[in-house]
């Protein structure tokens, strides 16, 4: 049994300045833009295991939360997977199709800090998206595509990241 929480996070082109640091005198530019184009990238996280399935897809909705829900039981077919997922329309539509290896299991509603996937999102738009504006969503593909490359090629960041302490009893049930 694999315990993973699971989350989708929104990334586009709309930039956010944040501070940043510049030798005295100088003053740091920053590009910022407000053009309302996005990806979703759906990821679910084991910390038990140190293992992480992301998808990046244009839409969040029933529909790719069932690609999403396919690719997580491909990657985790040799476990039953409780899957931790908030609330949002698409974790129980009707029209939501779960593989035979996964339950979900609803965390409380308005909680996000419940949930160690939210974790990855900080640290994409830290580390990926500070302080840049991206000319097309190719590029908003890239960078998110090599942050999470990054964040997976690290399992003990990932799993320092990720493994809250009310997850520390699944970690011997696998």
């Known amino acids: 049994m694999a315990y993973v929480p699971q989350d989708e996070g929104r ?47 244009p839409w969040a909705n029933t529909e790719m939360m069932n690609i999403f829900l396919e690719e997580v039981s491909r990657d985790f077919s040799e476990f039953f997977v409780i899957m931790q997922v908030d609330q949002a329309g698409w974790h129980n539509s009707k029209n939501l199709k779960i593989p035979e290896n996964i339950r979900l299991h609803p965390q409380p509603a308005h909680s996000p800090e419940l949930n160690p996937s939210e974790h990855l999102w900080e640290d994409l738009r830290e580390n990926e998206f500070h302080n840049e504006a991206f000319g097309s969503l190719d590029q908003v593909e890239q960078a998110l595509c090599d942050g999470l490359r990054r964040i997976e090629a690290d399992p003990q960041a990932l799993r320092s990241m990720t493994l809250f302490p009310y997850l520390i009893p699944f970690r011997y049930l696998i």
């Open 11 to 57: 990334f586009g082109r709309i930039s956010e300045l944040q501070s940043c640091w510049a030798p005295k005198g100088i003053r740091p530019e920053a590009p910022q833009q407000i053009i309302r184009e996005y990806l979703y990238v759906y990821a679910a996280v084991c910390p038990a295991l140190e293992k992480m399935t992301a998808l990046i897809l």
